[in-house]
């Protein structure tokens, strides 16, 4: 502010207003506009103590008259200009061009460049403006990866790699836990929260991450915030709430943002000269350097991280789920017509009144969980090994492929019993042509249909005739003999002789070459 009383107080001692300017830090303009003034109101030296400078400026230049003065002038647009300083290029001097521009075509009076300057600092600090909370015990828990990785020797190759670190930290203790990774996506943040969570013996109520994809989805205001899905399933899992911390704004996980400074001094930083050839070994030696951090000592109040975290959060903390969170895989599949879904070459059945509905297919290391419409409709314990498995539930067969189930082979037997001996005799053929006797039910359940196409009595010459050529007949050669005809012919040749030939010396069966045949 203006040394106001002061200017006034050289003046009285006949200084040029060149030595005022110099002493008082001001232009010679200013004190001549101040002494200027001090004369039309009657102000000289010497003056009451409780004429303070803002005082006498009030007395000087009043509020109104300043106001007054810079009504005339167009003022900025402060959110249209904050909006393009974020482009590449853009700067204050050619919005200040631009705004020069929109004055003259609008007749208004601008303001000077550093004038323009000057009030769009003034919002810049109003908006930057912070504000202290008080975070309560077990409250909140901040977490972020740090800027500078550590590194690991690939033992094989001796490639130096880089170790993302992870740092979680309790905002009331700041008591932190740190781990590295050998990258940063999605399986590796989650592991590193489970770990977390461990580490701290308990799950505090609000978790503060920063706005990377593994976390958020979309995040463009408080109103419109998308959490990833692994990440809001993991939340839920440990009964806690995710509030992502604005974009661009660190100081809402400045706890976080100061403990990735400490980590990378006194983790990382004292690792430096130090060899690595695996993520263990690493880990290790985080662990150690962690342990001795968080018991070092605050400088400037009572305590250490550790110890303020065990006698005033540890107790508060909510309790850790009877097991961990375990990474869920997600994906999309449609029901196949046999009820079934397939996920990496294994069948997993679905309810059948869902066959050719698009499910959500929920995949973990144990288990597989399907979706319709966010619910579960089928769960099944998942399925390794040789790929073509079927992991299949009565319940969400049709009612006529579960009373199939019920079938055996002496029911089929009694079946063909029903019908004659030669149709029992082939399906006693088939039930035992299979090393497992449930293989072969496909074709009985076949054959013994026939029946309902052609006759009983049809498919008991059919099979009669089939087990003349062989002792084993397949489905195939009695559905080939019905479809033929050729059952028929036998009931034909019963009408004639019962020898084996004709008193013409031919052959009574169909498929029997005769002597004239060779004889050509």
Request: proline share 4%; hydrophobic share 35%; net charge positive.
């Amino acid at each position: 502010m203006t040394k106001y009383r002061e200017i006034i107080r050289l003046a009285s001692l006949n200084l040029s207003q060149t030595n005022i300017a110099l002493s008082c830090g001001v232009s010679k303009k200013t004190v001549n506009k101040v002494l200027k003034a001090a004369r039309e109101k009657g102000i000289s030296w010497p003056l009451d103590p409780n004429q303070t400078d803002a005082v006498i400026e009030q007395l000087l230049f009043p509020k109104e008259n300043r106001q007054q003065s810079q009504s005339t002038k167009r003022m900025p647009d402060y959110a249209h200009i904050r909006k393009e300083l974020l482009r590449n290029g853009v700067n204050k001097k050619l919005l200040w061009t631009e705004y020069l521009e929109e004055c003259r075509l609008a007749g208004d009076d601008p303001l000077m460049y550093s004038q323009f300057c000057y009030y769009i600092q003034q919002d810049e600090q109003k908006r930057r403006a912070t504000m202290h909370i008080n975070r309560k015990p077990a409250e909140q828990v901040e977490v972020d990866w740090a800027g500078d990785p550590a590194h690991i020797i690939d033992p094989d190759t001796g490639e130096i790699l880089d170790a993302h670190i992870f740092v979680g930290v309790m905002t009331y203790s700041q008591y932190p836990y740190v781990e590295a990774f050998m990258d940063e996506k999605q399986p590796s943040w989650i592991a590193a929260h489970v770990h977390m969570y461990e580490y701290f013996g308990g799950v505090a109520k609000i978790l503060v991450p920063d706005n990377c994809r593994t976390a958020v989805d979309h995040n463009k205001s408080w109103k419109d915030q998308r959490i990833n899905a692994v990440y809001q399933e993991m939340a839920e899992h440990y009964g806690t709430a995710v509030i992502p911390a604005r974009v661009r704004a660190p100081r809402d996980k400045a706890n976080a943002e100061g403990s990735v400074g400490n980590i990378s001094t006194w983790i990382t930083a004292a690792l430096r000269n130090e060899q690595f050839f695996s993520l263990s070994e690493l880990n290790r030696a985080i662990r150690q350097k962690l342990e001795v951090f968080s018991r070092r000592p605050f400088q400037k109040k009572e305590g250490s991280r550790y110890e303020i975290f065990r006698d005033e959060e540890l107790p508060l903390l909510a309790p850790l789920p009877a097991t961990p969170y375990e990474l869920a895989e997600w994906k999309q599949a449609t029901v196949q017509f046999n009820y079934h879904i397939s996920f990496a070459g294994m069948l997993y059945s679905v309810p059948h009144e869902y066959i050719k509905r698009k499910v959500d297919v929920r995949v973990t290391d144990k288990t597989i969980e399907i979706f319709y419409n966010h619910n579960r409709i089928a769960s099944h314990r998942r399925l390794y090994g040789r790929k073509g498995q079927y992991s299949t539930v009565t319940e969400h067969m049709p009612t006529s492929h579960q009373q199939y189930l019920e079938w055996n082979g002496d029911r089929f037997r009694k079946w063909a019993e029903r019908i004659g001996s030669s149709t029992h005799q082939v399906v006693d053929a088939i039930l035992t042509s299979k090393r497992v006797e449930q293989q072969s039910y496909r074709s009985c359940m076949g054959l013994l249909k026939l029946a309902d196409k052609y006759s009983a009595d049809r498919l008991e010459a059919a099979c009669r005739k089939a087990l003349s050529f062989t002792a084993t007949p397949s489905y195939k050669s009695i559905k080939n003999i019905l479809d033929t005809g050729n059952d028929q012919a036998e009931v034909s040749d019963k009408g004639q002789t019962t020898g084996s030939h004709t008193e013409s010396g031919k052959s009574s069966h169909a498929l029997t070459r005769g002597a004239d045949y060779y004889r050509r």
